[in-house]
């Protein structure tokens, strides 16, 4: 399944399809849980800059924690989300744990907040239409 696919498509079907979600007290449903776990994941300053730094290349996790005011298990902690939201992998090599950025799920990410943002603009457009539009018996 593409990852724009996986980010967008319904885990439940009781509640919607992911082109038609069903809104209940001002609330959209009809996203899965990955896309939950990826947005999740990037809402923390310290995973997104270990989502960053990971891009430029390999780095183990004890290397991260070193720039961070956090122990080593807090970072570790931190990697964990990260790599079950698909952001990062992680592989062994000796005893270190090296961590690299996951960048097709980032262009996943980034596509499906610009299908958002299109469809945000679509509504704002229509609801402009609306607005210019005349009242009917209303006076000049």
């Known amino acids: 399944m593409p990852l724009v696919a996986a980010l967008a498509t319904s885990g439940n079907p009781s509640c919607g399809v992911a082109d038609h979600p069903v809104t209940y007290n001002h609330m959209v449903v009809g996203l899965d849980q ?9 809402a923390d300053a310290t995973r997104r800059d270990i989502v960053g730094r990971a891009v430029e290349g390999q780095h ?17 902690k931190h990697v964990a989300v990260l790599e079950r939201a698909g952001l990062v992998t992680k592989r062994r090599r000796g005893r270190e744990q090296l961590v690299k950025t996951n960048i ?7 596509r499906l907040l610009e299908k958002l943002e299109a469809e945000w603009r679509d509504r704002l457009e229509r609801f402009e239409q609306v ?3 005349p009242i009917e018996g209303a006076r000049p």
């Open 60 to 76: 183990s996790v004890s290397t991260l924690a070193r720039r961070y005011s956090i122990s080593l298990a807090a970072v570790q």
């Open 131 to 133: 607005l210019s539009e």
């Open 104 to 110: 097709e799920m980032i262009h996943a990410a980034g």
């Open 34 to 42: 990955r896309t939950d776990r990826v947005f999740h994941a990037l």
